[in-house]
C-alpha cells in the first residue's frame, strides 16, 4: 500500500472516534505513521480495527493483516468495550 493511502487511512482516525471516548482518552491520542504501523504488525499487544462502511470494506482488495472490521454506525457500543490495555489503531478510507 503506498505511503499516501496510509497516511489517509490514519488522518481518518480522528473523525471515527466516538466523542465520549475522544474526550476521556484525549490526551492518549496519538498519531502513528505507516512505517511504525507496518514495523507493529504481529505484536500482540496491538489492536487494529477496520473502520470502512461495510460496502468499502467488501469492495476492497486491501485489508491490513490482523485488522478487526468493526461498524462505524455502532462506534457507541463497541467503542467502550474495547480493551485498554493493547494499542488500539482505527482506520479507514
Given at each position: 500500500?503506498?505511503?499516501?493511502?496510509?497516511?489517509?487511512?490514519?488522518?481518518?482516525?480522528?473523525?471515527?472516534?466516538?466523542?465520549?471516548?475522544?474526550?476521556?482518552?484525549?490526551?492518549?491520542?496519538k498519531y502513528?505513521?505507516?512505517?511504525?504501523?507496518?514495523?507493529?504488525?504481529?505484536?500482540?499487544?496491538?489492536?487494529?480495527?477496520?473502520?470502512?462502511?461495510?460496502?468499502?470494506?467488501?469492495?476492497?482488495?486491501?485489508?491490513?493483516?490482523?485488522?478487526?472490521?468493526?461498524?462505524?454506525?455502532?462506534?457507541?457500543?463497541?467503542?467502550?468495550?474495547?480493551?485498554?490495555?493493547?494499542?488500539?489503531?482505527?482506520?479507514?478510507?
Amino acid at each position: 500500500m503506498q505511503t499516501r493511502t496510509w497516511l489517509i487511512l490514519l488522518l481518518s482516525l480522528a473523525l471515527l472516534v466516538p466523542a465520549d471516548i475522544a474526550r476521556g482518552a484525549q490526551n492518549d491520542l496519538k498519531y502513528i505513521n505507516p512505517e511504525a504501523l507496518k514495523a507493529s504488525l504481529g505484536a500482540k499487544n496491538l489492536l487494529i480495527i477496520d473502520v470502512r462502511q461495510p460496502g468499502d470494506w467488501d469492495r476492497s482488495a486491501t485489508k491490513i493483516p490482523g485488522a478487526v472490521r468493526q461498524n462505524p454506525q455502532e462506534a457507541e457500543t463497541w467503542g467502550p468495550k474495547l480493551p485498554r490495555d493493547r494499542q488500539i489503531v482505527l482506520y479507514c478510507a
